[in-house]
Antibody
Framework: QEQVVESGGGVVQPGTSLRLSCEAW????????MHWVRQSPGKGLEWVAV????????DYVDAVKGRFTISRDDSKNTVYLQMNSLRDEDTALYHC?????????????WGQGTMVTVS | DIQMTQSPSALSASVGDRVTITCRAS??????LNWYQHKPGKAPKLLIY???TLQDGVPSRFSGSGSGTAFSLTISSLQPEDFAIYYC?????????FGQGTRLDIQ
């Protein structure tokens, strides 16, 4: 069964860094667009970043550009989100999600998320 | 960025009811519209993509319609497991954005 499992969240101070991991099971991350989507406490869903199938093209929401970097390790079937210069407003539950095949940016498989608290 | 607006923000209904949630985009997104169900503490679940295509394994009581800027999600006969938060999301361009969510509660 296809699934993704996020890890790496925690409580950190503003201005520090954290790296989130998303390990995939049952499919190959290199065959799909892989995304991070976050949900701040009491709020809705916000897309954060994508690494496309080619592994080179990435994109980010404006609020994290220049601070966050998405990457992929095909040998570990894992996607990462390096978060630098963290701010209070980055506090959220971070989900990893996989594209539906042939339907870009329709998120077919999600993890339960890893919580990041910046305080 | 394209803004997505859902209505209502919250809805109370009973088992067996037919409910409809609407979603409006700030510009035309053709049929690049997806619907998700989210229960607290669980991973969101894709219900419908491309405005009206049911994702594998999703019950047929869920249906979607619309194109351009106006879309809707209908649940034909509510079941106890359907009480959750529902989000629309466009996939027309980057960044993909979500509606603010509709909380569906038991009346």
């Amino acid at each position: 069964q296809e699934q993704v499992v996020e890890s790496g969240g925690g409580v950190v101070q503003p201005g520090t860094s954290l790296r989130l991991s998303c390990e995939a099971w049952g499919f190959t991350v290199g065959s799909y667009g892989m995304h991070w989507v976050r949900q701040s406490p009491g709020k809705g869903l916000e897309w954060v970043a994508v690494i496309w199938e080619d592994g080179r093209q990435t994109d980010y929401v404006d609020a994290v550009k220049g601070r966050f970097t998405i990457s992929r390790d095909d040998s570990k079937n894992t996607v990462y989100l390096q978060m630098n210069s963290l701010r209070d407003e980055d506090t959220a539950l971070y989900h990893c999600a996989r594209d539906l095949k042939f339907v870009l940016q329709a998120f077919a498989t999600w993890g339960q998320g890893t919580m990041v608290t910046v305080s | 960025d394209i803004q997505m607006t859902q209505s209502p923000s919250a809805l109370s209904a009973s088992v067996g009811d037919r409910v409809t949630i609407t979603c409006r985009a700030s510009q035309s997104i053709e049929n690049y519209l997806n619907w998700y169900q989210h229960k607290p503490g669980k991973a969101p679940k894709l219900l419908i993509y491309a405005a009206s295509t049911l994702q594998d394994g999703v019950p047929s009581r869920f249906s979607g319609s619309g194109s351009g800027t106006a879309f809707s999600l209908t649940i034909s006969s509510l079941q106890p497991e359907d009480f959750a938060i529902y989000y629309c999301q466009h996939s027309y361009n980057t960044p993909p954005t979500f509606g603010q969510g509709t909380r569906l509660d038991i009346q």
